[in-house]
């Protein structure tokens, strides 16, 4: 079973790398930026055939404790199949 978990940060948390990005992108020429926010995508394959519902929940975990900094960051569970 394949997962993504994707972590951005919130609303209303600065985003210098995000910024940055922005920057470069206009510098190269690339027309319609407006902004860019930066985040992290993790794709994991679990052990197993496990239970969609229970795999769900043990990624969340594994993001509260690890993946996201939930004090200034998001998540988003997806279990893939």
Partial sequence: MKARVTVTLKNGILDPQG???EGALK????SGIASVRQGKVFDIELDG?????????AL???AD???ANTVIENYRVEVLG
């Avoid at 510098?27 to 690339?30: N, P």
């Fill in 19 to 21: 910024k940055a990005i």
């Fill in 27 to 30: 510098s190269l020429g690339v």
């Fill in 65 to 67: 404790k690890l993946l």
């Fill in 60 to 62: 969340k975990d594994a």
């Fill in 49 to 57: 055939a496990a239970d969609k519902a229970k795999a769900e929940a």
